[in-house]
């Protein structure tokens, strides 16, 4: 968990940034390991395994500011009204055929 001095710290820069968090209070906090792809890229799509289940995860600390493009490409995808350009650097699979060459 952040300690009592980064909550501190944060109290006191955010509202520099956006000041209606001068008056915000903290009432509970989150904080765990950041995951990393090799290749730095999420997994967004198609399960191969699993019909209809759709994958968006794992995206490297990027994930709050991509987080309403992906949400939208993501609703297209299962609605099928669209689908996910360069999807082959997005899908879960990328790793099966390097661990087949391998």
Same mark, same amino acid.
């Given at each position: 968990?952040?300690?009592?001095?980064? %909550?501190?710290?944060? @109290?006191?820069?955010?509202?520099?940034?956006?000041? $209606?968090? #001068?008056?915000?209070? /903290? +009432?509970?906090?989150?904080?765990?390991?950041?995951?990393?792809?090799?290749?730095?890229?999420?997994?967004?799509?198609?399960?191969?395994?699993?019909?209809?289940? %759709?994958?968006?995860? @794992?995206?490297?600390?990027?994930?709050?500011?991509? $987080?309403? #493009?992906?949400?939208? /490409? +993501?609703?297209?995808?299962?609605?099928?009204?669209?689908?996910?350009?360069?999807?082959?650097?997005?899908?879960?699979?990328?790793?099966?055929?390097?661990?087949?060459?391998?």
């Amino acid at each position: 968990r952040p300690g009592r001095a980064a %909550l501190a710290e944060l @109290g006191r820069t955010a509202p520099a940034i956006l000041p $209606a968090l #001068a008056c915000a209070s /903290v +009432i509970r906090c989150w904080s765990g390991i950041e995951g990393y792809f090799s290749d730095k890229n999420p997994v967004i799509g198609f399960s191969p395994r699993v019909p209809r289940l %759709l994958h968006a995860f @794992g995206f490297s600390g990027g994930g709050f500011q991509i $987080a309403p #493009a992906v949400g939208e /490409v +993501i609703a297209e995808m299962a609605t099928g009204r669209g689908g996910l350009m360069m999807a082959e650097k997005f899908s879960v699979s990328r790793w099966d055929a390097a661990a087949q060459a391998a």
